[in-house]
């Protein structure tokens, strides 16, 4: 087995005063593909930001590794040059800032050198094409007017750009049809390898019919309490997380 490239251990994370990560254990090696599912509530989102550096959650016990080194230690732009990534579950509209010019200033804050026009052009155009990525859209404002399945495309057009080692894809399955689904889940499958991996973040199998996980994970009341392999999410949903007892209301929208 490869070596953890993401390696959780007892983190406790707190949102606006409220214990919501109660001691989590996680480990995903390089290259794996992982799904952590639950009910509303039970952390999965909380985890995903709290990786990320928002500022909003509090980690108030134990220590995430990412490729090695300190992950909490780290600002949240630190981060993302690390090679860590997150895909939001309601990407941002950010009026005034047209695609491209957020792609290219993004690319050039992790790389940390000025990526010439034509590069970033020819760059773009084959990501966008792997992606059914409308081009028209590149002179749009970020996000703004754009659908759940176009903002979704270009979150996974984010990634394929950036090329990140590891990616958490918070719910990206949420709010799309199955055509916008199957394009999605193409573009994952085609980054997906041996050097990124991911954490797959979802309440329903749906999506893990198109990408198939290496392990499965079950969060229920801010803890990871059982892994198995993808035949897991199969009884999860015959079964449904009831059998894990009664969720507590999510501290935040989507936690």
Do not use: C, W
Request: net charge negative.
């Amino acid at each position: 087995m490869a070596e953890p490239i993401l390696k959780i251990e007892g983190l406790e994370v707190a949102v606006d005063g409220k214990q919501i990560l109660k001691g989590v254990d996680l480990a995903i090696p390089k290259g794996e593909v992982h799904a952590l599912m639950g009910p509303n509530g039970s952390g999965k989102s909380t985890m995903a930001y709290a990786l990320a550096g928002h500022p909003r959650y509090e980690v108030t016990g134990g220590s995430v590794t990412f490729d090695g080194e300190d992950l909490l230690e780290m600002e949240a732009d630190e981060r993302a040059k690390a090679g860590f990534f997150l895909a939001m579950q309601y990407p941002v509209e950010v009026p005034g800032v047209s695609v491209l010019n957020f792609l290219r200033t993004s690319l050039t804050a992790i790389r940390g050198e000025e990526i010439s026009p034509r590069e970033f052009m020819k760059l773009f155009q084959a990501k966008s094409k792997l992606l059914e990525f409308d081009a028209s859209f590149a002179d749009r404002y970020l996000n703004e007017g754009f659908s759940g399945g176009e903002k979704k495309r270009h979150e996974i057009l984010q990634m394929a750009m950036l090329e990140p080692k590891f990616a958490v894809l918070d719910e990206t399955d949420s709010g799309l049809d199955v055509d916008a689904l199957k394009v999605v889940s193409a573009g994952v499958n085609s980054l997906r390898g041996p050097e990124l991996g991911a954490l797959l973040i979802t309440h329903y199998t749906r999506i893990l019919r198109y990408i198939t996980p290496d392990v499965v994970h079950v969060m229920f009341d801010g803890r990871v309490v059982r892994t198995g392999g993808p035949e897991l999410a199969d009884e999860l949903e015959d079964r449904g997380y009831t059998q894990y007892g009664a969720a507590e209301a999510a501290a935040v929208p989507g936690a």
